[in-house]
């Protein structure tokens, strides 16, 4: 179990990575060549425009006080309007990061679930007919290259079946009508059904090896033997001895990959034109949209921090020869 | 009838390279309260007995003849299913404990629990929690260190919740694979005198293995020394250790450092313990022995020094007058 006090010493040492991150971040950005305005470049814009363009976003000030200036906005939640859509930062994230939590976080959770159970029967029937087969399927998802795989499904399955659609997330014309919550629930299912396979699918190998061999290092420990000495049946040493000490190292995989879904993935977004924080992050990052990029990574590196930590602290408590 | 009666029992490991028997023709009996040691060698067979008696022989053993028969019952002949209910009930096992003997995510009391449980699945609470403060009572554990987990107990104490575990449903028959070898001498003490003190009290068969002569002198009232897969002497504790028939008893008796040999230890010179991938009538201690003549190509014999001591040897004359002084 954690003491308060290691929580305590541990938020400070996330908020203290989390302000390096931030700093790094700026500057970062402001190294990196062009300009956000040679970006919008309009030919009608004058000399003129283009210098009160930049005086408005602030890029003629010295570099540090650019930087005080993002700071302060940072703490007082202000995280700056975006020079690509004009709208605030803050307004553009929401609305992206629901439809990539959506499709993520949902996928990463259902693969783990799968993966964990599937690796406990494979490893339980270790060198068998199902066994083999689930492990060489769960090696050939996992080295699946994710673009040719999911443009192979959108292929068979969106475009000659015609069973799920091509792209997006929903249909306009079913949310400018007047149709059920129920019809809209069901439309945004039919969408997510493609990604969401895709994505299942090639995590659901590794998490489905991690767990099998996780699993077979456990049998051979000596509590096994115990148990079965005790005349425990089988699937009581296997499900309350076996998995629970084998699901461990599973666990932080799984909240890493969590906390990682947050920034959705490029290439799964753009294929599925799926408008996520992933196609967001690559299009603000090309068009030099400083705070929206810096929103995004920031967010990030946020919850990726938040995530280690609960992983750990989570770890604690399920492990009760970890104290801290 | 006996407790366990063992009889002409061989196991076999299949490998890649053939079928290794691993015990050989072995036959013992045990009475109610009764205590038989079996010593000899790593790899001698021992500790394949012992997992033959719980029915939890590796996947590619084969038990190749033989009954090993307990309260009456053929268990050689059981399922899985029906090992499940002696398992833990009748016969129970009490493994060293320096390895992850326990499971290092749940508290001891619980996995002490879960034998009862598994057992008696109408047992009261109360009657369950009396039963594990006796349980714990016995093997000396303060009844406030009962929810700990396993990697908060010493070695120890971890030895005396697994003799605990073992004890949980009153078993018939204990099996006591190296209960101690881990231990250092004072707590091994310790843990010896608490497997006698539970198992005289409790009259339960114990079945003792360790590789440690002096171990199994110091609990068991009957001893049999194994070599390569076959018992070759077994007798009383006095008999076997005052009068040792075997040669290959006296070497190992031989090779123990004591007060009376320190500067005259005999460590023999020997061989590589002999094939067991082949099956064969011939002695297989010839090649190590100091007094083989002319023991090739004959077959060894049991020969009866008293009604309770015996060793299986080519060469009557040597055992029956003993050979000097060991």
């Known amino acids: 179990m954690a003491k308060p006090g290691y929580i305590l010493l541990k938020l400070v040492e996330v908020g203290i990575i989390f302000f390096v991150i931030l700093t790094a971040l700026f500057f970062l950005f402001r190294l990196s060549p062009g300009d956000p305005i040679s970006k919008m470049v309009d030919p009608m814009l004058t000399p003129e425009d283009m210098a009160h363009l930049i005086q408005q976003m602030g890029l003629d000030r010295p570099m540090w006080e650019q930087y005080l200036i993002y700071v302060k906005n940072f703490f007082t939640g202000h995280f700056g309007v975006s020079f690509h859509y004009g709208e605030p930062v803050a307004t553009i994230i929401a609305d992206k990061l629901k439809w990539t939590l959506l499709l993520f976080t949902t996928s990463t959770l259902l693969a783990a679930f799968a993966g964990v159970y599937l690796g406990k029967i494979a490893a339980w029937h270790k060198g068998s007919r199902l066994d083999n087969v689930m492990s060489v399927s769960a090696l050939v998802c996992y080295t699946l290259f994710i673009p040719w795989f999911a443009l192979l499904l959108l292929w068979i399955l969106g475009f000659k079946w015609g069973l799920f659609p091509l792209g997006g997330v929903l249909t306009p014309a079913l949310w400018i009508s007047n149709a059920s919550v129920f019809a809209r629930i069901l439309d945004v299912l039919h969408h997510l059904m493609l990604p969401l396979l895709t994505l299942f699918i090639i995590n659901l190998g590794s998490y489905l090896l991690l767990m099998r061999s996780s699993m077979l290092s456990v049998l051979r420990e000596d509590y096994i033997l115990t148990a079965r000495a005790k005349g425990l049946s089988e699937k009581k040493i296997r499900n309350k001895h076996a998995a629970r000490n084998a699901a461990l190292p599973v666990i932080t995989s799984v909240g890493l990959s969590l906390a990682f879904s947050i920034n959705g993935g490029a290439l799964t977004e753009q294929i599925f034109t799926w408008p996520g924080i992933g196609r967001e992050l690559i299009f603000a990052v090309s068009n030099n949209d400083y705070p929206l990029a810096q929103a995004c990574f920031l967010l990030i590196a946020l919850v990726v921090l938040c995530a280690n930590l609960i992983v750990d602290l989570l770890y604690a408590w399920l492990d009760p020869r970890i104290t801290y | 009838m006996s407790l366990l009666s063992v009889d002409h029992l061989s196991i076999g490991y299949q490998t890649k390279k053939g079928m290794l028997k691993a015990v050989d023709n072995i036959r013992f009996d045990l009475e109610k309260g009764q205590s038989l040691g079996f010593v000899g060698e790593s790899g001698c067979g021992k500790t394949t007995i012992g997992m033959a008696l719980m029915g939890l022989l590796p996947e590619n053993a084969v038990i190749l003849g033989g009954h090993i028969r307990f309260q009456g019952e053929d268990l050689a002949s059981l399922t899985e299913t029906q090992w499940q209910t002696v398992r833990g009930a ?237």
């Open chain 2, 90 to 326: 009748k016969i129970a096992m009490i493994f060293q404990a320096a390895m992850n003997a326990l499971n290092p995510v749940m508290p001891v009391n619980e996995q002490i629990k879960e034998a009862i449980i598994t057992h008696q699945p109408d047992i009261s609470k109360t009657d369950l929690a009396d039963r594990m403060k006796e349980l714990f009572d016995l093997v000396d554990i303060p009844a406030r260190r009962m929810k700990d987990y396993p990697h908060e107990y010493s070695g120890g104490m971890k030895q005396r919740a697994i003799i605990a575990m073992a004890l949980a449903c009153d078993p018939a028959l204990i099996i006591a694979d190296e209960p101690t070898t881990a231990l250092d001498v004072i707590v091994q003490d310790q843990i010896l005198r608490e497997i006698k003190k539970v198992q005289e009290a409790t009259r339960t068969g114990l079945v003792f293995i360790s590789h440690d002569i002096a171990v199994v002198a110091s609990v068991c009232e009957r001893i049999c020394v194994m070599y390569a897969g076959q018992i070759v002497e077994t007798g009383t504790r006095k008999e076997v250790f005052k009068s040792p028939r075997h040669p290959y008893t006296r070497t190992l008796l031989n090779s123990y450092l004591s007060l009376d040999n320190l500067n005259d230890i005999r460590v023999p010179d020997m061989k590589e313990s002999p094939d067991q991938m082949i099956d064969t009538d011939e002695c297989r201690f010839a090649g190590s022995c100091a007094y083989a003549k002319g023991c090739a190509g004959r077959s060894p014999d049991w020969i009866d020094i008293s009604p309770t001591h015996k060793a299986f040897c080519c060469n009557p004359d040597m055992i029956r007058r003993g050979h000097g002084k060991s």
